[in-house]
């Protein structure tokens, strides 16, 4: 983790793609080295992984080698990050092979759509598809919904429009420094600006995958920046960031707008870690410590 944090600034901040072809380049390039761990991982960690289609929705069954008897009910659905554009396929698994291998959960990770070729609202249409297939033969009470960074800002949308469409809440959601205002709104926006060395910057790169994918939408639609919706009757929630995460505003406001609307929530910060690092290496002893950390809280909250 020392190593993580310590790394120099990612250069991709700097990128901007102008048209399809150069967004799916800088995708493709990204999900090939995430493509080339994931074996070692998955086989580290005894997790197996399996392309399914659920309601015409691509995803993943990430299944542990073992399941406890407290989890055999229970279905985490799963929401990756990538900054709206990166992780298309199965480099989109990385956290749920994590999650299944260290906590002991059955995963459901969605293939959502994407840009270039998919702006919203495809990716949210496709998340509430697979949430409403899930509640046909799991209690919500059983499910928990969780994502890092833009798929913890897809799920607090998910839930939305959920609320919307009377769908039941889930028991629980986890959201790691979830992206849920896209208007360069927040204090670390600014002062962890090109010191988070994984996202460097709102300006740039970010801005760019915004705009992409918002698609010419008001960017304060809650259905984009959901920290502008109303969350009343949301359930339990964990929120994770980091001190040098340029999104600890992103996760903080969230925090406070789930308690202010009576919601129970628990916020953690990492020390030293900027966006998302408890995710990037999975010998890191940090790593192993948040995905227990999720498992207690899905494990005291989820039905058995």
Known sequence: MQA???APLDPRWKLAPQT???WKAVVEKAALATLARLPGIRESLGVDVQPTTIAGVRAFIVTPTTIAPRNRKRVLLHLHGGV???NPGESGTLEAVLKAGFAGFKIVSVDYRMPPDFPFPAALDDAVTVYRETLKTTDPRNVGIFGSSAGGSLAVTTLLRAKAEDLPMPGAIALGSPTVDL???????FTNAMLDNVLVTQDGFIRATALLYADGHDLKDPRVSPIYGDVHGFPTAILTSGTRDLYLSNTVRMHRKLRAAGVDAVL????????TQYLRDFHAPETKEYHDEIARFFDVHLRP
């Open 4 to 6: 993580l944090t310590a």
């Open 20 to 22: 399809p072809e150069e």
């Open 84 to 86: 709206r554009v990166f």
């Open 183 to 189: 208007t360069k709104t927040g204090d670390t926006l």
């Open 268 to 275: 953690q910060i990492w020390e030293g870690q900027s966006h």
